[in-house]
């Protein structure tokens, strides 16, 4: 750890966690009541108003507290028992070569195989999308504009599309011109643009730990090294140790999903956004943001992306419909970072040329009819819903001394096995022969320090046969 | 041009073309008369069969015999007057360090405006395109399929749609299995995967003289150097130099278009298609085979695809349904050389991921059905006589000394105006001025060769505006 000081700012959260516990455990605060409010707690405990905002937030995410929109934070009714899953360990940073792409590739195979539970994707149940309406509306687009249908489409995107999605971002704060936007497919290729353009071979990337394996991935094809910083599930990744990092290497840009980090359920807090936009802005390094899962909030408004805080165009953001509406359809999109523009666009002539015209024009006319918004409601609401079931069977069938992260977003559990039970690779090929798919939370990291994690999807509607696949996990996770 | 020897052989070739020249001008051979076999006039002229067989090619090429499936060579009834396009000047080749984006770039800017009339693009009229059966058979899809076509399908592309390429194959003389096939957004991110796979930055790929320009903006996207390669209008490009070049030389991969190149229309017949992959097994130098045109041709079965003469693995095949089906619906696909499937496979991952499912399953639908069939046979009808209309309207319009291919298949006229003329260049920029596009020559190599050549469209439907256009052009380029 030479020339290495580790964050001190957790210590500053613990005061206020631990009032609020002692308060709950000696019944001055029942369950169902109101919490101090943040300026209260920040008060009595001597802390900042944004110390007590993040101490709140991880109690949140503990399943301790419940925040209610414009009313603040509640004991919850129901804990599920369920400890929080924990920071990853801190480590030496170190520039890493990636060479994970075999491990995922095997991982990846074994879940995309027929007859396989797949707990271990990132989709949600086909029952929960609204197949039938969008292949209504596509079919509709085909009746009346069968000529612009059948043929090419501007390579930046259809406009209506273009138009529909600017409108979209100013939701999450963006204020962004169509013609500035970029459509893809699916974000995979927003995503893969922006590292072609923003880096070369062999340069360093800055992501989370633990991050999307696929970053991993498309990291390793691009030839290009990677530096981690932990993400705590709470609150995303560490500035401080953002900054260390910045500080030592020679970063060529940052991969981060802050909103809903895949797989820790992670939502930086806006001022952190800010911050961190702020940090890059002053280093010149650009930030590509992930902001796939940002339509998926379970509760209020979605947050504000990074993009929200940037006035010098530092970050490019890239987001896609695959998650929340037609993963078929790879409708994706790119908003380039300052200057980037031209040179993005000028890639995607050279990598698919244009994308599908008439899947452009439907998309963009189910979001035009506002069916989108409506399918958000009742889908986050579903999604919300089988997180919390998800949690509790895991608190019931999986061994004591398992903890779990509690997202208010996206659709991935991260569970933490204790010390005493399989790791969770043993438990991802025990559960493979049996024909259950979960993702072992080594795909996650450069290190072995995710080898007692792994990741559930609960976008699988809750049904019986879940349910026996989470007791039967449980069982195979013992010794 | 020290310690580098041109080709020989068009001397040989010249032989044959006098020799049926002075048959017809002396009456020996009235129009519309069967022509000497090309056994008989090899035999009287004493060169080999091949060169005899390259001979008629050139003589049909140039208008003045025409070949009729089953029954040999015609002098043809009505020669349009005009004289073929000429093999490119021989030129010292070298290496050439790709930087023609930017003209690329505005040229295409101007010909995708709109109003001006697209006869600089590579494109067919809509309505000679199956918009609305195809959109009917799509909508029927989505109503048949809804769940499945909203959903992820497989990373190498719908098995349905790899079955019915697989059989298209086949009548190009490929045999691949289904499994072996990956489908792609348009021949575009074919063409880029395979160009990622099999060269890096710096490396040098071998192309033809003239080429399509989108190759070379691809080219230089991706940090390549170039070496050019003369293609003859009606053979293609010299074996004799490509040999030649291979020897002086380090090249990564060679990109062709052996079935109608554009611009200039060329066929390689299918000994020289065996001879190159010959060529290239033996010097283990991969060719990406870019056969977009293949099922554009006029009369009897396509030709053989260079892919169908390898046995040991050298060509990766890449094409599309874009030029003949459904430009918007960027169906795509690429058949990998030995060994390559896997990492072409995983860039396909990194890269768009997934390809839209419904269309795939829609464009597979309208194959397994015969429509794609039927659709050829009309569309392959009226591209030939709007070639020949084309052909006929320059040989009417433009100034004396005007030579221009005569292509057998593609869209593509090849036009070379003469020395006292305005240049390509300067045509284009006049004609831009008044709504109308073409494709200056310079767009299609590296050097100045090409700058008395124009690239027309003849996927336009004949109709006044375009005939007026071309009289327009035809003044525009006196003088």
Redesign the interface.
Known sequence: MAGYRGPAEPLRYQIVEQRIVALIESGALAPGTKAPSLRETAQSTGVSLTTATQAYAILEQRGVLEARPRSGYFVRRQPDNLPSAGTPQSEEPAVHVVRR?ELI?RAMDVMGREGILPLGLA?VS?EL?P??D???V??SV??RQ????????QVAGCPELRSQIARRLALAGVSAAPEELITT??A??AL?MALRVLTH?GDTVLIAAPTYHFFL??IE??GLRVVEIPSHPATGISLHELTAALDRFSIAACVLSPTWNNPDGSLMAADDKRALVEILTARNVPLIEDDVYGDITFQGARPPACKAFDRHGVVTLVSSFSKAL?????TGYLLPGQGLGGRML??K???????????ELAVAEYLEKGLYERHLLRLNRALREQVDAMRAAVAQYFPPGTRATHPRGGFMLWVELPEDAATGTTLYHRAAAEGIGISPGMLFGMTDRFERFVRLNCGLVMNEEVRRSIKRLGQLARG
């Open positions: 792409g590739r989709q086909p999308l197949d039938k969008m292949g209504r596509l079919a085909l009746r069968p000529t612009r249908s059948a043929n090419y489409g497919c699916g995979t290729e893969s071979p991935q498309m094809v691009l037609a993963p078929g359809y790879r000028e890639l002539a050279m990598t698919t040329f244009a994308s599908v015209t008439p899947v």
